[in-house]
Structures are given as C-alpha cells and as structure tokens.
C-alpha cells in the first residue's frame, strides 16, 4: 500500500482524523493525502503527518475566470460518456440551477481538478463518505475510470448496519449458500424489530432533532454569520446560501412546520389504497440514484393511472420536507383524482401495514413493504432492488405499469425468502453508525463506534488489494 486518498466532507473529518491513525498503523509506509471539502475542518488535520491536504473550495468555487471550451467538453464526453457527465450535474442540488454555459465551465474544471489530482496523488484506493454532488461524483467516474477502488459505507436501511459500496448506484447480489441458522434468527429478528417495534433506521435517528425550535437555532445563526462574512470559512463555498435565504430556510420552514403539525385538517386514511411516502428532495436518493424520476407528482400520477377503480393513492409528505415545498406542489397532487394526502407526521409502518402495496423512488418504505408481506415497487438503484416483493417499475414502459401492477398485487411472496435475503445483506454488513458527526455527536464519535469504522476501512481496503 503506498497511498490513500481521503475524500473529507465537512463535519465527517472528525470520522477521517480517527480512521487516518488506525490507517497508519496498519500501513506505516503509506502516504496518506486529504482532500477537504469545507474549508473551516482543514485544521483537523494539522497532527495527522498528511502527505498532503488540498481544500476543494481553493480550486472549485470561483468560475468567473474559466473560459469555455467546447473541444474540452467534448473530448471529456468523448472519455467518460455524455450521459455519465450529464448524470454528474443533476447529482448537484446547486449546480444543476444553472445555465447551460455555466454547468459547462464548472464541469470541464471539475473532471481538470480531479485528473491532476489524481495524477499528483496516484492512490491505491479511496476513502470518502458519498458519491452524490457534482464534485463528488465527478471524483468517482475520474477514480473508477483509472480503476481505483473506492470504499464507502451505504446504509442497508436496517438499524445502523452498513456495507461497502463500490459503486455510484446501491447494488447488493445475495448469496443464500452459506447462510446458518444463526444468520437467519439474526434477520428475522431485525424485521421484528422493524415492523412490530418500529425501530428505525440509524440515519433516520440521527436526524430527529434537525428541525427543533430551540436555543441552539439562535446560536447557529450567529456562528453562521461569522463563518459567512467575518472569518472567512464560508468564503466562496456554492453551497452556503447568503443570510436572509439562510433566515427563511432555518425560521419560516419552521413555522410552518408548525402550523401543519398543530392545526392543519388532512384527509383520513381510506378503505383501499396503495402507499406513497414522498421523498426529501433534492437528496442523492432520488438525484443519483433515479436521475429520471425527479417529478413525484408525475411518478404518482401514473401510478394513479395504473390502479384499479376505487383504489386510492394515499401520499404522505416526508418529514423532513414539511414547510419545504411550495403550495403549488399539494396543487398538483390535489388536482390528481385519487389522491388522498394524510398527515405527514403519521407512523409510515402503520399506513404501509393497511395499505395493498407500497410504491416509491427509492425510499426505505418500499423495503419495509417487503418485510409486511406487501408488494411493493420501486422506480430506481437501491440496496433493497433485489430483494423478493419488491418489483422495479423503471425499466418497464409506464403503459405496461396496469398490467404488472395487478399481477403483482395478487401474488404473495413468502416470507422465508425476505429472510432470506436480508440474512444475506446483515451478514455482509457492519453495524457502524456512519453518518454526520454534528448531528449525534454523542453516538457516531464514542470511541466503539469509531473503531468499528476504522476497522470496516482497513478490512475492506485489504479486500479491495485482493481484488485487484
């Protein structure tokens, strides 16, 4: 092993300063390089013996000198495909809202940065924590394109278990040969935890306090503005929107998050329905992981189209997304026939449990389906694609949708092989919980905790030096 590069995003270089040392030891000779993104956690590694740290806001934030060059995008086409580049743009909740001029130059200087930083670095394998924005995902078509490995932690949807992923979609193949007794209790006993005690997913904890009216929301708001406008850790960082954006975003969201939890009317649950739970967007899971189904109202419309009459479509909007969208969103899913919308802050097990069926993008709904006995159907790459129950409607023509979603509707798919497949996945997995440091501090950043991560990355850096 003779280099590592670490691709660091914001508050997860407190994850990375840990695993650095753990790394170290098990490789001595190797050199180690950092690359930041969030100028502010570039001190972290001050002690780490780096042999090298890059910040990406020096190199990717100010485009106002880049000139256009249609050869260069073309012969960056011509190397790594054009859909694959245009794959890269609608990754970038930001960049995306562009011209086409600037999606252009921010694209021909992003593939320029990573190549030399590639070439500079030359890595045996990579480290990071995501695949989705432009700068991101563009570092990983560049890496996979020299066939370096990457290794990245993608949640199997399932308490805090995680497992490798190599690729910039969800992908899991089970293998069902070698799985024991043991393997099968620990699986069934997961999908009681489930569905019977509603335990969510690591991810979905970690984040239920990110809405909350209280002192700390004063406090982030002072800290935001030195950051932005005194100190200089936000300078030239697309990603940090200017104050009174910032005030609408972090006080109006919240008011109105507290208007439709406490005197909103909603519909009550119908008879005969299917279940949609709407996606937190713009997010990776929809943006990268099912780039063509953006347009939920348009996913449930056909869905609404494809039922049988006197069945309904019942939404329910995502938690976190409450006072997000604008009013001319419900507009359109009002004016759909069948749609009942219901309280966003209703249990989502309980509605899938007296639903017919679940459909979704890519949500964890849909996986929770399977393990109800439900069918469920999905529109994009997910860790769960292969599992029993769960049918992927993207490949299929919206016209032939009627047709499968009757059949499926009456088919029954037995419980042993959800099992099955989910002994499969837990057995491949490690129970880490790696996600945003600043959002539980008290649980990613225990000392266990942290071990288990470094040990996940040297255990499968060393797979990866196998393979290759």
């Not at 007794?181 to 009681?192: G, H, V």
């Not at 002994?423 to 997995?429: G, I, P, R």
Request: proline content about 4%; charged content about 25%.
């Amino acid at each position: 092993m003779k280099s590592i590069l670490v691709i660091s995003d914001w508050d997860f270089a407190y994850i990375w300063r840990e695993v650095i040392k753990s790394v170290k030891e098990r490789w001595p000779e190797a050199s180690i390089h950092v690359l930041v993104i969030g100028r502010m956690y570039a001190k972290e590694y001050v002690d780490c013996g780096l042999a090298s740290l890059t910040v990406l806001q020096d190199f990717l934030e100010d485009f106002s000198k880049v000139e256009f060059s249609a050869n260069k995008l073309d012969a960056l086409q011509d190397m790594y495909g054009a859909g694959v580049i245009w794959n890269g743009v609608w990754a970038d909740r930001n960049w995306v809202k562009l011209n086409e001029y600037e999606i252009s130059k921010r694209v021909i200087e992003t593939y320029g940065f990573y190549e030399k930083l590639f070439d500079q670095v030359n890595p045996d394998v990579v480290y990071t924590n995501a695949y989705a924005s432009m700068p991101h995902y563009v570092g990983k078509v560049v890496g996979e394109k020299r066939m370096i490995p990457f290794i990245k932690p993608v949640h199997t949807r399932i308490k805090d278990y995680q497992i490798q992923s190599s690729t910039l979609q969800e992908k899991f193949e089970p293998n069902l040969e070698d799985l024991t007794e043991e393997d099968l209790k620990i699986a069934a006993e997961a999908i009681e935890d489930i569905c019977d005690k509603y335990e969510k997913p690591s991810y979905e904890i970690n984040q239920s306090g990110k809405f909350n009216f209280d002192i700390g929301l004063a406090f982030r708001g002072i800290r935001y503005i030195y950051r932005k406008y005194i100190s200089g850790e936000y300078k030239g960082d697309h990603t940090k929107e200017g104050v009174i954006e910032r005030v609408y975003n972090n006080v109006v969201v919240r008011g109105r998050r507290y208007y439709q939890k406490r005197f909103k009317e909603y519909s009550p649950i119908p008879e005969n329905f299917v279940y949609f739970p709407l996606h937190v967007q713009p997010e990776a899971s929809t943006m990268l992981l099912a780039p063509l189904w953006l347009d939920q109202v348009f996913v449930i419309e056909a869905i609404s189209k494809s039922l049988p009459l006197g069945c309904a479509v019942v939404v329910k909007e995502h938690p976190q997304m409450v006072g997000k969208r604008e009013l001319d969103f419900y507009k359109r899913l009002g004016n759909i026939p069948n749609v009942v919308i219901v309280n966003p802050f209703e249990n989502s097990l309980k509605v899938q449990k007296k639903s017919k069926a679940v459909f979704s993008i890519t949500g964890t709904a849909a996986f929770e389906a399977a393990m109800l006995g439900k069918p469920s159907f999905i529109l994009g790459e997910t860790i769960f694609r292969n599992c029993p129950g769960v049918t992927a409607l993207d490949n299929i023509s919206i016209k032939d949708w009627r047709k499968l979603i009757e059949i499926e509707l009456s088919h029954i798919t037995p419980r042993d092989e959800v099992v099955d497949f989910i002994a499969s996945l837990l057995k491949s997995s490690w129970r880490i919980n790696f996600c945003e440091p600043n959002l539980n501090k008290d649980v990613v950043l225990t000392t266990e905790n942290l071990k288990r991560i470094s040990e996940f990355f040297i255990a499968e850096t060393e797979k990866s030096i196998l393979n290759n």
